[in-house]
């Protein structure tokens, strides 16, 4: 509303950090522009900005939650939301705890379309690992290979068709010919976007992120969800932020390296290697853990997967 203030930690050349000033310019909010360097000066801005809407990304909130929050910050923030990736259900039960007032929106989104999902602050409690349903004016389906819907429970592409999604790659007929096509079923006027992301629908229409079709760790004869795996060490207690990635094996065909940085100095990677052997099936555990005091990020915030797959590739190249 008019009456809110924005606090922008997101680079305006993501989609998600230019819709903060754009949806402020929209309805007549204010916006403070922030560049911090630590999570900790975020939560003092926030505090004496009395700001009421925050918009981060998922390495950024596994930080905020570890942080000690001034019980009045609760009072003005209103609202808080998460894209571009899953929010480890620890770090939202963490950011419940100290934002007990602040409503809390779990979104999911395409560069190609923007926003697709996002769940309703009322169901978090039920589904705390939904994305939620569609967003208005957004069609969103899960299809089978063969481009027919996936019946309640079963994995599929997210397909979005509606008006926000793009016309196109930039000069580039075959990519855009490969993700932008229209509906099977030949519903809607204008080609949808499919995904690349596995996702599957319950009876009741909300919908679960798997992972990454291009993402997905196929190791020992299995497909792997990396965030399956980051999941449980999250649950662990001993990490303050993680990621999985899976590196050429000669054996396995591919490996699971998590990288992780310590929540303490008491953590320590015999205790979440045990702790992953009895959370997780014998496929799932990871085969290395390597402790980072910081993980590379992208321009977005985001962990840079790709950096750290590369630097770990010829990890097991002299295994066998």
């Known amino acids: 509303t008019a009456d809110d ?28 522009l922030f560049d911090y360097l630590l999570p900790r000066d975020v939560i003092r801005a926030v505090q004496k900005n009395r700001i009421t809407g925050l918009a981060c990304v998922p390495p950024v909130w596994n930080q905020l939650a570890s942080l000690s929050w001034p019980e009045s910050v609760s009072t ?15 770090t939202l039960y963490a950011l419940q705890k100290k934002l007990p007032q602040t409503r809390i929106y779990l979104m999911y989104g395409l560069t ?6 996002y769940l309703d602050p009322e169901e ?29 429970n079963e994995n599929g592409e997210l ?6 999604v793009a016309q196109g790659y930039w000069q580039d007929a075959e ?7 229209m509906l099977p079923d030949g519903d809607g006027d204008r080609p949808a976007v499919w ?7 319950d009876e009741e229409g909300f919908y679960y992120f798997v992972g990454r079709r291009d993402g997905m760790i196929k190791t020992m004869g299995y497909r792997v969800s990396p965030s399956e795996i980051e999941e449980a060490v999250f649950d662990s207690g001993l990490v303050s932020d993680a990621v999985a990635i899976g590196v050429p094996h000669p054996d396995s065909g591919q490996a699971i390296i998590v990288v992780a940085s310590p929540a303490s100095a008491e953590s320590d990677k015999d205790s979440l290697a045990l702790f992953c052997r009895q959370a997780l099936a ?3 555990v990871p085969a290395h853990i390597e402790w980072r005091e910081q993980l590379p990020r992208t321009p977005n915030d985001k962990i840079d997967r790709n950096r750290l797959s590369e630097e770990f590739s010829a990890f097991f190249s002299g295994s066998g």
């Open 5 to 32: 203030k924005l606090l922008t930690v997101l680079p305006f050349s993501f989609d998600y950090g230019f819709s903060q000033l754009s949806t402020a310019f929209y309805v007549g909010a204010q916006v403070v």
């Open 159 to 164: 397909v979005h068709s509606g008006p926000l």
């Open 124 to 152: 978090l409690k039920r589904r705390p690992d939904s994305i939620g349903k569609a967003i208005p004016d957004a069609t969103i389906q899960v299809l089978r290979a063969d481009g027919s819907p996936c019946a309640a």
């Open 195 to 201: 995904s690349g992301d596995t996702v599957f629908h």
């Open 76 to 90: 003005h923030l209103r609202f808080i939301t998460n894209s571009g990736g899953s929010l480890p259900v620890t």
């Open 112 to 117: 190609e379309a923007f926003r697709s999902t």
């Open 282 to 284: 014998n496929y799932m």
């Open 175 to 181: 990519r855009t010919a490969q993700r932008f096509r």
